[in-house]
C-alpha cells in the first residue's frame, strides 16, 4: 500500500511538473505574441504613412501630366489652326540682365 500511494503521490508531482511548465510556456507565448502585435502595429502605422506620402506625390505628378498634356495639346493647337512654328535660333534673341 504504501508504495502505491508513493507512486500515486510521483505521478501528482509529475502532473504538477508538466502542468506548471505549460503555464510557464503560455507566458512566454503570451508575451512574444504582445511583442510581435506592438511591433507589427508600429510597422503598419509606418507603411501607412508611406502609403499616404506615396498618394500625395503620385496626385502631385497626375496634376503635373496634365498639365504638359494641357501644354502639348495647346501647341499642337497652334501648329495645325494657325500655322505657327517654334522660332528659329537664328530669329531668337538673349536678353541678359
Given at each position: 500500500?504504501?508504495?502505491?500511494i508513493g ?17 510557464i510556456g ?19 502605422n509606418e ?51
Open positions: 500500500m504504501a508504495t502505491f507512486i500515486a503521490r510521483g505521478i501528482g508531482y509529475a502532473i504538477i511538473l508538466v502542468l506548471l511548465a505549460g503555464v503560455c507566458a512566454f507565448g503570451v508575451v512574444y505574441t504582445r511583442q510581435e502585435s506592438r511591433r507589427l502595429f508600429s510597422e503598419y507603411l501607412t504613412k508611406e502609403r499616404d506620402r506615396l498618394n500625395y506625390e503620385f496626385g502631385r505628378l497626375e496634376l503635373e501630366r496634365a498639365t504638359k498634356a494641357e501644354i502639348n495639346g495647346i501647341e499642337k493647337v497652334a501648329r495645325e489652326s494657325f500655322g505657327m512654328i517654334s522660332p528659329s535660333p537664328a530669329n531668337t534673341v538673349v536678353i541678359k540682365r
